[in-house]
């Protein structure tokens, strides 16, 4: 009898404990099905912007602006004509007739020689060659009466001819001691005194022509297409901050540098009033075609990805992400070549958290619907204030989102739970 009741005892045990475990799992299941809910929950988060509140951007149109094509490199400015003066026969310097840093005419003399020694030699050459007529003079003579033979006929004219070459080397000597300018220039500064001996082709001193200057540069060969003597340019310096100095192309180098894959240019550039000086560092924008009317947005409106580039384009209130094709970029400026047209309306801040198809509201509604005018060189001459327009003709313009009160740069009103 108490082995029966003991057997039923375990086996209620053994029954209570397999309910017991099979109550505790299912309670334990309950919690670990529920995160497959919850995770559909952010799902319907992330969808709620493209029904919800709009999100608050500034945008602007697409304007036409004139923006010629051009290409910039930096350079060096060079003299016109530039020499040093050296003599081509040696002596003592006897005079000298300049100032250092003066302008002297095309034909000044600048350096005397002592021309003593040289005088003496033509004195000296032309005595040789009156001789040399007399003898050659009597030689026709017994010639013609045939005292002499053509031989010593010969010779004595020969005598006069070297006689005559003499004088005219004696007086080329002479005319050597006295260095002229051979143009128009700026002396710079002498490193010789009066009085010093020099010998043939030692420095005197140096004759730069600095009206107009040339201006040379290199720009990569992938250009070379565009290039042709007669194009425009312009130079500034860092030496004269806000001068611009106007020049032209005269020469492209036939030869590409193979060590930089390079092509150089010379322009020349006037300079009247000769604020430019050779050596200075320059740095020049070459203008390769005309200008031309070009579709530009800022540089702030174009979202890269990869290896293109896209924009958000606001339509009826909505944004649409509109793939681009770029060409230059000038003063915060970037040419669309494709994708956009004139009047399109782009977001140009607050795109970072945009979606195909979501609703935006234009926070400088007034601003970006005005037309901006610009000068010829691109850079903005006026613009129209912030919105302060009607309230009534705001929404119209952008397909009846009226504008917020808040900042651009606003935080995006969080979707409804």
């Known amino acids: 009898m108490t082995r029966t009741v003991l057997a039923v ?19 334990q299941a309950a919690p670990s099905a529920a995160p497959p809910a919850a995770s559909t929950a952010p799902a319907k988060a992330q969808a709620a912007p493209l029904n919800g509140p709009p999100m608050t951007v500034e945008a602007t149109k697409v304007m036409l602006q004139a923006l010629p094509q051009t290409i910039t490199a930096v350079g060096s400015l060079r003299s016109d004509e530039s020499i040093t003066v050296r003599p081509e026969v040696a002596g003592r310097i006897s005079v000298i007739g300049f100032q250092e840093g003066q302008r002297v005419a095309k034909g000044a003399t600048l350096v005397r020689l002592d021309p003593a020694i040289n005088q003496a030699e033509v004195q000296q050459a032309r005595a040789n060659l009156k001789l040399a007529q007399s003898k050659y003079a009597r030689a026709v003579d017994l010639a013609t009466r045939n005292f002499i033979s053509g031989q010593a006929k010969d010779e ?8 005559e070459a003499a004088v005219a080397l004696a007086d080329a000597r002479l005319a050597k001691t006295e260095i002229k300018a051979p143009f128009a220039g700026i002396i710079g500064l002498r490193v010789v005194s009066v009085g010093d001996y020099v010998k043939e082709g030692a420095d005197v001193v140096n004759l730069e022509s600095i009206d107009p200057l040339k201006v040379d540069f290199r720009v990569p060969e992938i250009y070379l297409a565009q290039l042709a003597v007669g194009q425009t340019l312009t ?14 192309v005269y020469a ?24 430019l000086r050779p050596g200075m560092f320059a740095r020049v924008r070459l203008i390769t075609r005309d200008e031309k009317q070009a579709l530009v947005v800022p540089e702030q409106a174009i979202v890269p990805q990869g290896d293109e580039q896209y924009v958000f384009r606001v339509v009826d209130g909505k944004v649409a992400r509109v793939k681009v094709d770029i060409g230059q970029r000038r003063d915060a400026k970037v040419e669309i070549l494709k994708g956009l047209g004139p009047g399109d309306v782009v977001v140009s801040a607050g795109q ?29 001459e006026a613009r129209t204030s912030p919105p302060g327009g009607s309230a009534a003709a705001q929404p119209q313009a952008w397909g009846g989102q009226k504008p917020p009160r808040k900042a651009a740069n606003a935080a995006s009103p969080a979707p409804k739970s």
């Open 352 to 380: 970072l958290k945009l979606r195909e198809g979501m609703p935006v509201t234009i926070a400088n509604a007034g601003a970006a619907a005005a037309v901006e005018v610009f000068a010829p060189t691109g850079r903005p």
């Open 156 to 163: 004595a004219e020969n005598n006069l001819r070297v006689a």
């Open 235 to 248: 130079v500034t310096l860092d030496a004269l901050p806000g001068k611009a100095f106007e020049g032209k």
């Open 9 to 27: 005892a375990a086996t209620v045990a053994v029954i209570v404990a397999a309910g017991g475990g099979y109550w505790f799992g299912t309670r």
């Open 252 to 275: 492209v180098t036939p030869l590409i540098d193979a060590a930089g894959r390079s092509v150089v240019i010379r322009a020349v550039v006037r300079n009247g009033d000769t604020p």
